[in-house]
Nanobody, 115 residues
Protein backbone atom coordinates (compact mmCIF):
# COMPACT_ATOMS: atom_id res chain seq x y z
CA UNK A 1 0.00 0.00 0.00
CA UNK A 2 1.38 3.36 -1.05
CA UNK A 3 1.55 6.05 1.60
CA UNK A 4 2.71 9.64 1.38
CA UNK A 5 2.90 11.38 4.73
CA UNK A 6 3.53 15.10 4.94
CA UNK A 7 4.91 16.87 7.97
CA UNK A 8 6.39 20.20 8.89
CA UNK A 9 3.43 22.48 8.45
CA UNK A 10 2.38 24.99 11.04
CA UNK A 11 2.02 28.63 11.90
CA UNK A 12 4.74 31.03 10.85
CA UNK A 13 5.01 34.80 10.71
CA UNK A 14 5.37 36.59 7.39
CA UNK A 15 8.99 36.46 6.31
CA UNK A 16 9.57 33.23 8.18
CA UNK A 17 10.54 29.79 6.98
CA UNK A 18 9.20 26.27 7.10
CA UNK A 19 10.45 22.99 5.78
CA UNK A 20 7.91 20.44 4.65
CA UNK A 21 8.74 16.77 4.38
CA UNK A 22 6.94 13.97 2.60
CA UNK A 23 7.90 10.45 3.59
CA UNK A 24 6.84 7.72 1.22
CA UNK A 25 6.38 3.99 1.51
CA UNK A 26 5.13 1.24 -0.72
CA UNK A 27 6.49 2.64 -3.98
CA UNK A 28 9.72 2.68 -5.92
CA UNK A 29 10.40 6.24 -4.92
CA UNK A 30 13.35 6.89 -7.21
CA UNK A 31 11.37 6.41 -10.42
CA UNK A 32 8.61 8.82 -9.47
CA UNK A 33 8.43 12.50 -10.18
CA UNK A 34 7.54 14.23 -6.93
CA UNK A 35 5.67 17.43 -6.41
CA UNK A 36 4.12 19.79 -3.96
CA UNK A 37 0.72 21.30 -4.53
CA UNK A 38 -1.31 23.64 -2.39
CA UNK A 39 -4.91 24.57 -1.97
CA UNK A 40 -6.17 27.66 -0.20
CA UNK A 41 -9.80 28.01 0.93
CA UNK A 42 -12.06 28.72 -2.01
CA UNK A 43 -9.29 28.18 -4.55
CA UNK A 44 -8.27 25.36 -6.82
CA UNK A 45 -5.34 23.16 -6.01
CA UNK A 46 -2.23 24.52 -7.70
CA UNK A 47 1.21 23.25 -8.46
CA UNK A 48 3.94 24.70 -6.26
CA UNK A 49 7.01 22.76 -7.33
CA UNK A 50 8.00 19.52 -8.99
CA UNK A 51 11.18 17.49 -9.09
CA UNK A 52 11.68 14.75 -11.64
CA UNK A 53 13.26 11.38 -11.03
CA UNK A 54 16.40 12.84 -12.55
CA UNK A 55 16.43 15.82 -10.22
CA UNK A 56 15.18 18.54 -12.57
CA UNK A 57 12.98 21.08 -10.85
CA UNK A 58 10.23 23.45 -11.80
CA UNK A 59 8.43 26.07 -9.74
CA UNK A 60 5.33 28.16 -9.85
CA UNK A 61 6.22 31.76 -10.63
CA UNK A 62 4.80 32.84 -7.29
CA UNK A 63 7.37 30.85 -5.32
CA UNK A 64 10.47 31.08 -7.51
CA UNK A 65 13.47 32.23 -5.55
CA UNK A 66 11.76 31.55 -2.21
CA UNK A 67 10.97 27.83 -2.23
CA UNK A 68 13.29 24.92 -2.92
CA UNK A 69 12.18 21.38 -3.65
CA UNK A 70 14.53 18.48 -3.09
CA UNK A 71 14.48 14.73 -2.70
CA UNK A 72 16.45 12.04 -0.93
CA UNK A 73 15.95 8.78 -2.76
CA UNK A 74 17.71 6.78 -0.05
CA UNK A 75 15.22 8.05 2.52
CA UNK A 76 12.30 7.97 0.09
CA UNK A 77 11.50 11.49 1.17
CA UNK A 78 10.99 14.79 -0.58
CA UNK A 79 11.23 18.24 0.94
CA UNK A 80 10.02 21.74 0.35
CA UNK A 81 12.06 24.49 1.92
CA UNK A 82 9.93 27.60 2.11
CA UNK A 83 11.57 30.93 2.87
CA UNK A 84 10.28 34.48 2.95
CA UNK A 85 6.78 33.22 3.48
CA UNK A 86 3.89 35.51 2.63
CA UNK A 87 0.29 35.45 3.81
CA UNK A 88 -0.74 34.33 0.34
CA UNK A 89 1.35 31.17 0.78
CA UNK A 90 -1.09 29.96 3.43
CA UNK A 91 -2.79 26.78 2.27
CA UNK A 92 -2.94 23.06 2.73
CA UNK A 93 0.16 21.64 1.08
CA UNK A 94 -0.08 18.23 -0.56
CA UNK A 95 2.64 15.83 -1.53
CA UNK A 96 2.31 14.13 -4.90
CA UNK A 97 4.10 11.22 -6.52
CA UNK A 98 3.43 10.47 -10.14
CA UNK A 99 4.48 8.69 -13.26
CA UNK A 100 2.77 8.88 -16.64
CA UNK A 101 0.25 6.27 -15.56
CA UNK A 102 -0.34 6.74 -11.88
CA UNK A 103 -0.77 9.44 -9.26
CA UNK A 104 -0.53 9.30 -5.48
CA UNK A 105 -1.39 11.99 -2.94
CA UNK A 106 -0.71 12.64 0.68
CA UNK A 107 -3.29 13.85 3.14
CA UNK A 108 -1.95 17.38 3.29
CA UNK A 109 -0.36 19.60 5.89
CA UNK A 110 -1.59 23.04 6.86
CA UNK A 111 0.63 26.07 6.47
CA UNK A 112 -0.57 29.26 8.09
CA UNK A 113 1.25 32.54 7.57
CA UNK A 114 0.10 35.19 9.97
CA UNK A 115 1.41 37.72 12.42
Amino acid sequence: QVQLVESGGGLVQPGGSLRLSCASSGLSFSIYAMGWYRQAPGKQRELVAVITSGGSTNYADSVKGRFTISRDNAKKTQYLQMNSLKPEDAAVYYCNAHTRVIDYWGQGTQVTVSS
